[in-house]
């Protein structure tokens, strides 16, 4: 049963890719990638993976999403009669084509079901958000504590600019 739902989850996230992608219209997008970010969850509970489910869930599907349509109904977008991109039909197709090929060599090489150093039982006593925990403020706080700073930087230029310059700001500025 498990590979049934393994097979729906993969093929509709693959098709809801490709609409995200290829749709004309920003907010069919947007609900396309909706049905991605909520197939890609699917996955992760097939994984045992719960936690990476309901962060995939709230923070993307929830936050990110509802940010990007919010920015697409703020900028009130107009859309074209054809739903699809008609012109680059052959450049998905060859991208699916080059997508297969390199996940076939993936599983022909070296690197195909390598396994981690944690064991399946040891991370059922302590559990998946607890082992999750574990190694990210362990083994890697240092990238952890990178990708705050980096966020914060992001937040800081977003603010300077959609900052409004004053009139002070625009007397100081030189002719």
Known sequence: MTSVFFVYFAVVSVVSAILTVALR???????ALL???GHIAGLFV???AEFLAAVQIIIYAGAILILYL???MMLNLKSEERYVHRRYAW???GMGA???ELMLMLLAS???GVKGTATADAIEQVGNSTAIGILMFSDYLLPFEIVGVFLLGAIVGAIVLTKNPTRADLEREPS
């Open 70 to 72: 919010f920015v697409l």
């Open 110 to 112: 070296n690197y195909a």
């Open 46 to 48: 097939l994984l045992h």
């Open 91 to 93: 450049y998905v197709v």
């Open 25 to 31: 219209n920003p907010v069919q997008c947007g609900i």
């Open 35 to 37: 049905s991605l970010l």
């Open 98 to 100: 080059l997508s297969i």
